[in-house]
């Protein structure tokens, strides 16, 4: 799918009523860890981690109810995040475009998407002009920009401001007494420019 497609089809699934609700419910296990308890249009969002870390865990359980609710989400720049991790995680596959790309097209093609998904995730390394550039746009088309910073040497790192940061800081299994198997948790270090004057680590179920 080109660039022209990839513009029509953002434009085809553009909300078409002004009366867009400013906010979009995630899964309540993941309502303390964003500001307002949900995800807010117009707003950029920073998720962290490194490989193994839980990010995909992450990403995917904070994309569950909005796609579920009709949203549409566009993955730019991950090819390799499975759309089978995602179902299992309860997303809804018909609301999910992964759009295959360069790291050198990537940026631009998550400022098309911005025009008409809900919420956009982009892993790609860029600099704080673009960053800038892209905040702005999606402060304009009241989408959700979701940026993934893959940590390491040779990882994606954001270089604006942001509304809320995740730092994914491990996964674990743990069992309980009363039930016959074992559950996965995930640690998160809370932080954000805009909400948390200090930073957090919250657990959460997966």
């Known amino acids: 799918m080109g660039r022209q497609d990839l513009a029509k089809f ?79 995680h309860g997303v809804d596959l018909k609301r999910l475009l992964n759009v295959k790309c360069t790291s050198s097209e990537a940026v631009e093609i998550a400022a098309i998407m911005l025009d008409g998904f809900d919420i956009v995730v982009l892993s790609s390394p860029l600099d704080a002009t673009r960053a800038r550039k892209l905040s702005e746009r999606t402060r304009k088309t009241k989408s959700i920009l979701i940026y993934l910073s893959t940590l390491g040497k040779k990882g994606a790192t954001w270089p604006g401001s942001c509304d809320f940061s995740l730092l994914a800081k491990g996964s674990s299994w743990q069992l309980d007494g009363s039930a016959p198997i074992a559950t996965r948790t995930l640690k998160i270090e809370v932080s954000a420019n805009k909400w948390a004057a200090s930073k957090m680590q919250l657990v959460v179920g997966l």
């Open 10 to 88: 953002s434009a085809i699934v553009a909300p078409t009523t002004l009366a867009i609700d400013q906010r979009i419910e995630v899964l309540d296990k993941f309502r303390d860890i964003l500001p307002n308890s949900s995800l807010r249009r117009g707003s950029v969002g920073v998720l962290g981690g490194e490989l193994g870390s839980g990010i995909t865990s992450l990403l995917f359980g904070l994309l569950a109810r909005p796609s579920s609710m009709g949203n549409w989400i566009a993955i730019v720049g991950s090819p390799n995040l499975g759309f089978a991790a995602a179902r299992d």
